[in-house]
């Protein structure tokens, strides 16, 4: 019986009217970003298109993934261990894409996995481990700690940390992170001390694509030019010392261009990055 409800809920997923995000003027991850959150974004389209995209087990899951444009997320925690264990985060976030109101919350109602809740007026369903609901259409917005919060901090109670030249960055990106004033972080692999880690203000960190190529793009604002200074020593330090022990003789111009410094900015151009170092970082994510 179970798995004909799930069939059912499918079917019904696959003979809605399409949809798109509802978010048009500013991207919908502009109202995340406060202090501390780490806020992940990906181009779903791109992602699928190049195959950078995990596939679920799950056929509901695979579904929903398959019908989304773009998927956002913010995860926080109260661990100040560093790097913090992934685990430890909390997540909310949306899915952006062919997601009608009444067909994918009637699907929500049909499947027996999920409850329907109410708190503050805010309806919401939830499985024991995430709470779910289209409250636009175009929009399936979740949370595994608490849907009216993320309700009322990215759709009705919308307050912009995001500036709109970093969003574009990001927008842009095929993945994309951004960070403000974090008190700890997860590995991204460049080990860096967690005294440097605290005297930043803000990071972007983001994924573009060349053709078939990858590269990894960064810029971090520190507290201070010298700070920046220090942070770039630490990156172009650590880039020779993996040269080195791949046996490669740096080009410290062209390391000079691809790590450099801009006042209070440390930044990252063109990293080069390979398809499975991306779907590592994205399964990541997703755990």
Known sequence: MRRVLLYCTILLLLTSCVHHSP?????????????????????????????????????????????????????????????????????????????????????LSLNRSFEKEKVDGIKYYTNGSYQVRVPKNGLLLF??????????????????????VTAAKLGDSIFGLYVKRPETMIELGFELPQAVLMKMQDAIVYVIENGEELSLNADVRMESESLARTFTTLIRNKILADLKRGGTKPDFKALSKQYYQNGATASVRDYPISREQLIRLTGMVGR
């Open 143 to 164: 949370s595994n700690d608490s849907y009216p919060n993320a309700f009322r901090r990215t759709v009705s109670d919308r307050v912009i940390h995001i500036d709109p």
């Open 23 to 107: 978010y048009r003027e500013e991207y919908y991850f502009q109202a995340m970003g406060e202090d501390s959150e780490i806020v992940f974004t990906a181009d779903t389209d791109r992602m699928k298109a190049g195959g950078y995209l995990i596939g679920f087990d799950d056929p509901l899951l695979s579904e929903l993934a398959e019908r989304s444009e773009r998927v956002s997320a913010a995860f926080y925690t109260e661990s100040r261990e560093y790097p913090a264990p992934m685990d430890s985060y909390k997540v909310y976030g949306g899915l952006e894409g062919n997601f009608g109101k009444k067909t994918i919350n009637t699907a």
